[in-house]
């Protein structure tokens, strides 16, 4: 490890560890130095010159981000030279800058803007030719507006790095130069994967949501249309923060919230993470049964878990020799639109053609998802409109809901029911550990053997998490031949651990059995529908918020869902059954 | 007949290897070839080299000699820079225009001859100058101009 | 003074003998002799090559690389490309010295994509060598390996900067690097790496066979040795010519024959202007430092036009990649244009612009956006001649 030394910060001796850059050293004795294009989450680029401070003896400015300290080197972080710099900077992106900030989705949440305010930046000498106009370009689930890009290239750095999809990059070079695609082409006409990390991690507001926010309100004012919200797990964890709160879990105060927008019924797509789980389960087991009894080369193994669209997206363009390995299960929302047309409009006596089934999601991917062809099994478009946790917290601010005040409530029936399990969803390793607590019990009979249901192997945000169980000799009647197997589980989290996981699946190199994949860092709390910004010190807690939410609920066990245990009993009939064929599982395609 | 880009990119990549340190000598190639580097192209070049479409079509933007619009079968680079303006660059890029019926930037309909102005070429000293595909032309004269577009095929 | 011609001198030493006599060297005297002669960087930016030369010899790490830099594209020069045109024996034996002293076995020379047509000389020379065994495998009968490759760029002036040209020998858009790490310990696909201008390996023969002290005895004072000027603009013999380090410019004006002097640029766009009153500066890093390029222009020149014309070039060669070049040089362009056409009419509006041009000097990441605000500087503040205040007010 490199020894500490001293440096002087204004002034002030500070012992910091040699090699650190001055930006931290700065954070360590607590002086804030202002920046753009870095992020906790990326490697390093140095181009926004925002974070400039002097130091004694160079020449040049140091970029704080990039540039390591030396022994008893001086800087100074607010001097006149560095404050004009800074100030300068700010004022070549704001020129360059269309500042519509009224009417761009980021206002009052933009790190240009923020700087600006604090620069005190009211008049700019530097705008001697017009600002550029809106460019907007639009795909299912994102939305850029060029013309509010300042190159920080936090957007290229994410695609690349984080999720090994590489779609958008500089493009042309000087003042021309933008962030663009393979021939210039729309999101929607490239490889990307709509998870909107780029989004998350924009300073400003050149990358958004799809917004649906204007055919919900009309769906919710129409008194013909029955109006079902599901809310994703990620959700509840992620609603306070996108309202301006400390990030903590909301349930109660959510599903209040949502009611008091004047929807119909508010349900939760955990019940249908629940039954996934259930379905997911009995699908596992069939595989390995195939495999290890029937010696059926035509099954898939590892299984890989399809709750994540962003990633089938992913790997439908990355891998598509290995789909047949990804579960046929639908993801939840997708379950739950199939079954809010059919089973819930049976049970409230309504017309499917009226209902209007809205999925609240961590996630920009959702919007992409319940777009794709095969999602109309119930007769109907399974999901109508996907709004992100921004979108929600847009709603309830626009309509004057006092989130800190309201009294909790709890969901409506049918499909409102949750486990800790179907909660988990929300963190990287939750549907395996979710599926291990049942798959375990319908295998062997028993509670999986770990304290408290949790199993911790699979927790955390270790890129890549492997797990092995040892069944015991003595099964349930039917899964004998499952009696002393070890299972092998792996789960990756970020689609460039996937590459790294699918890349070892190809080779032959893992033996995996069932294989997790969010295409999200952290998994759906993390997601490209969540607040802004993101970090790995606000993923953890939300992580905190969602295994919280667990220990606190009743049912920590999907099987144990009494809704789901009805669904089954009134209309599914039996897992993999017949119904849940025809509504709860689907097919994937090769995409270029 | 020029060869289709598969088989040159075939070619580039046998010679260069497939490393991501080749990839500027494989466009190179394709683009002398072909006078630019057709879509097709970048996509068995990124593909080879295992980065994506966009990586590549990063690079090709990047740099003022290649492109992925198609051109002439003959490029004409006209210095532009101080030197060669005050030599009388702009007369010669004018009688250029008027001879070809384009603007600079443009390609002549016959797809005979690209007209593009260029940074400094290094011929300051014979200013006037400019790049006929990889040959100088110095001490441009508006007639010796006329006849060197003459004489391309 | 007048011309002094070593690296042009029309006879040359023996090919192959300054190699010769580094192989009789231990690799740490050749860096000592390079060091000692104090040359400096012919490039532009100065750095003393022997200082690099010993960081890379000591640097931890194998396969180190020993880069030609042949990317001048600074506007107004060409000294390096009448350099390969004519001497490309001494430009390899360079190179391979460099190789031996710093301990590797590969050298490039990074050709800029607008001179092709000297590929093909490059590559005789190379031929030569190898016939004689001068380059290649066990070199002059030692276990010294040497070879250079030839990589064309694709037109890009950015690229002249040593950590956008290794960029783009990657394979990459060729936007400079952070810094550090230093091509020295980390360069070419992360391998000890130094990267020399053409004029710089071209000198290493002649200072090897002559020594650091006749070397040094060339210039004056710590700007050692000789320097290739190339000439161009208002002159009567426009070309490339060869001083001691520190002559003044009125001796190489003189060489070329010039008259009518308003301006002299020294060291290209993104060099100095300077006024006929200033002609017995001298060539040297103290005072001008000379890039290359020197530029005249006579009294018949609107020196707005000079201005925008280098505006225009540095707004296109920009990388892109960091914002106060990026976005300063267009708004130094905006400036021009707006005092042309009225908007800005005194030297009080222009003073954001100044303080602009300061900012980009200090803040911008490589030597391009560092540089390029000095035209605008010392044109506008020398040429053009604009009241203190706004009329009327």
């Given amino acids: 490890m490199m020894p500490n030394i001293s440096v002087k910060i204004n002034g002030t001796v500070t012992s910091v560890r040699e090699g650190v850059t001055i930006l931290d050293a700065c954070k360590t004795a607590g002086v804030e130095i202002p920046t753009l294009c870095y992020h906790p989450d990326l490697s390093l680029a140095g181009n926004c010159r925002m974070c400039l401070v002097e130091v004694e003896g160079w020449r040049t400015l140091a970029i704080a981000c990039v540039t390591p300290v030396t022994p008893n080197m001086v800087v ?70 060029n013309s509010r890009c300042i190159m920080c290239t936090r957007c290229v750095r994410t695609c690349e790095e984080l999720q090994s999809v590489a779609v958008i990059k500089p493009v042309g070079r000087s003042s021309s130069v933008t962030i663009s695609t393979f021939m210039d082409r729309s999101l929607n006409d490239v490889p990307c994967t709509q998870c909107g990390q780029c989004i998350v991690r924009c300073p400003t507001g050149a990358l958004f949501e799809t917004s649906e926010i204007r055919p919900v309100w009309e769906a919710i004012e129409n008194p013909d249309k029955f109006v079902v919200f599901q809310t994703a797990p990620a959700v509840r964890v992620g609603l306070a923060e996108a309202l301006g709160l400390p990030i903590d879990r909301s349930t109660g105060q959510m599903v209040a919230a949502i009611r008091g927008l004047g929807v119909d019924r508010v349900l939760d797509t955990d019940f249908t993470a629940d039954l996934t789980i259930i379905e997911e389960g009995h699908e596992l087991i069939s595989r390995l049964k195939g495999a290890l009894v029937d010696n059926d080369k035509s099954v898939a193994l590892p299984m890989m878990t399809s709750c994540s669209p962003g990633w089938i997206k992913f790997i439908e363009h990355k891998y598509p020799e290995l789909l047949s390995n990804v579960s046929t299960c639908k993801s939840p929302q997708q379950m739950f639109g199939a079954l809010a047309k059919t089973y819930l409009a049976g049970k409230e006596g309504i017309d499917p053609a009226n209902i209007v089934s809205v999925s609240i999601m961590p996630c920009t991917a959702k919007k992409f998802e319940k777009e794709r062809p095969e999602m109309r099994d119930s007769g109907y478009k399974d999901v109508d409109y996907v709004l992100t946790t921004r979108e929600l917290a847009r709603m309830i601010d626009e309509a004057g809901i006092d989130f800190e005040k309201i009294a909790e409530e709890k969901f ?37 053997p770990f304290d408290g249901l949790n199993v911790e192997p699979v927790r955390g945000m270790e890129g890549i998490k492997e797990a092995a ?65 993101t970090s790995p010190e606000i993923r953890q807690k939300r992580t905190e918020s969602i295994y919280a939410e667990d220990a606190a609920l009743h049912f920590r066990k999907s099987h144990a869902n009494p809704e789901v245990q009805l669904l089954y009993a009134e209309f599914l009939k039996e897992p993999l059954g017949h119904k849940s064929h025809e509504l709860l599982h689907t097919h994937y395609i090769k995409r270029d | 007949m020029s060869r ?28 002398r070839e072909l006078s630019y580097i057709p879509e097709e192209a970048v996509a068995a070049v990124a593909n080879a080299v295992g980065v994506s479409n966009a990586e590549i079509y990063s690079v090709i933007s990047f740099y003022s000699f290649f492109s992925t619009e198609p051109r002439g079968r003959n490029i004409i680079r006209l210095c532009t820079t101080i030197s060669c303006e005050m030599n009388g660059s702009r007369e010669i890029l004018e009688t250029i225009e008027k001879e070809l019926g384009i603007k600079a930037g443009a390609t002549t309909p016959d797809g005979r001859i690209t007209l593009e102005t260029t940074s400094c070429i290094g011929l300051c000293d014979q200013a006037p100058a400019m790049m006929v595909n990889d040959t100088p032309h110095t001490r441009l004269t508006p007639p010796e101009t006329r006849r060197i577009i003459a004489g391309l095929e | ?68 830099n042949a990317d001048e594209g600074e506007p107004g020069t060409f000294k390096d490309r009448y350099l390969i045109e004519n001497y490309s024996l001494k430009l390899l034996e360079g190179m391979t010295i460099a190789g031996y002293a710093i301990g590797s076995s590969y050298g490039i020379i990074y050709l800029r994509a607008e001179y092709p047509y000297l590929i093909p000389v490059i590559e005789k020379a190379r031929e030569n060598l190898i016939r004689e065994n001068l380059l290649g495998e066990n070199i002059l009968g030692t276990d010294f390996n040497f070879d250079i490759e030839i990589r064309p760029g694709a037109g890009a002036y950015v690229c002249g900067e040593e950590t956008s040209l290794i960029e783009s020998l990657e394979g990459k858009r060729g936007v400079p690097r952070n810094k550090p790490p230093f ?7 992360f391998r000890p790496t130094i990267v020399n201008n053409v004029e710089t390996f071209t000198a290493v023969p002649h200072i090897i066979l002559n020594g650091a002290e006749w070397y040094q005895g060339l210039g004056i004072g710590n700007c050692t040795g000789t320097k290739l000027f190339s000439i161009s603009g208002d002159i009567e013999n426009p070309g490339v010519y060869e001083l001691p380090m520190g002559s003044p410019i009125s001796e190489l004006l003189e060489a070329s024959g010039s008259k009518d002097v308003q301006a002299v640029q020294v060291g290209g766009a993104s060099g100095a202007t300077i006024t006929a009153d200033e002609l017995d500066r001298s060539l040297s890093f103290e005072d001008l430092p000379p890039g290359g390029s020197v530029i005249v222009f006579n009294s018949s020149r609107n020196m707005m036009d000079v201005l925008e014309n280098f505006l225009e070039f540095f707004v296109h060669e920009s990388c892109g990649q960091c914002t106060t070049c990026r976005e300063g040089n267009v708004r130094l362009l905006d400036a021009v244009h707006l005092i042309r056409n009225g908007e800005i009419s005194s030297m009080e509006e222009l003073e954001p612009f100044f303080q602009l041009a300061e900012v980009m000097k200090i803040s911008s990441k490589c030597g391009l956006g560092q540089t390029s605000p000095n035209c605008f500087i010392d044109i506008v503040t020398r040429f053009i001649d604009l009241p203190d205040e706004k009329e009327g007010e």
């Fill in chain 1, 469 to 533: 169980i040892t069944m015991p000799e003595r099964m349930a009647t039917g899964f004998e031949f499952l009696a002393g197997v070890t299972l092998k589980v792996a789960v990756a989290h970020g689609l460039a651990n996937a590459k790294i996981l699918m890349d070892k699946v190809q080779s032959g190199e893992a033996d995996y059995h069932f294989i997790e994949i969010m295409a999200c860092p952290g998994g759906c709390l993390g997601g490209g529908g969540q607040p802004i910004p």
């Fill in chain 1, 76 to 145: 100074l972080t607010h001097s006149k030279k560095v404050r004009h710099a800074r100030r300068t900077v700010l004022k070549l992106l704001l020129a360059s800058h269309n500042v519509n900030c009224p009417e761009c989705e980021r206002n009052k949440n933009c790190e240009l803007q923020e700087l600006a305010e604090i620069h005190n930046i009211t008049s700019n000498e530097y705008q001697t030719s017009p600002k550029p106009e809106s460019i907007e370009e639009v795909s299912p689930g994102i939305m850029r507006d």
């Fill in chain 1, 412 to 448: 409506d029936r049918w499909m409102g029911d949750s486990t800790g399990a179907g909660v988990i969803f929300g963190a990287t390793g939750g549907v395996m550990e979710a599926a291990l607590r049942t798959a375990y019990e319908i295998i062997t009979g028993h509670e999986i």
């Fill in chain 2, 4 to 31: 289709n880009p598969q088989e040159i990119v075939s070619d580039a990549l046998a010679e260069y290897g497939s490393g991501r340190e080749a990839v500027l000598q494989i466009l190179t190639k394709i683009n």
């Fill in chain 3, 183 to 189: 091509p020295v310990n980390s360069g070419y696909l």
């Fill in chain 3, 1 to 68: 003074m007048s011309e002094k011609k070593i690296l042009t001198a029309t006879e040359q030493p023996d090919t192959g003998s300054a190699l010769k006599k580094s192989l009789g060297m231990t690799s740490a005297d050749v860096v000592f002799e390079v060091r000692e002669s104090e040359i400096r960087g012919r490039g532009g930016a100065g750095f003393p090559t022997g200082i690099k030369w010993n960081l890379a010899g000591a640097a931890s790490g194998s396969n180190k690389m020993v880069i030609c």
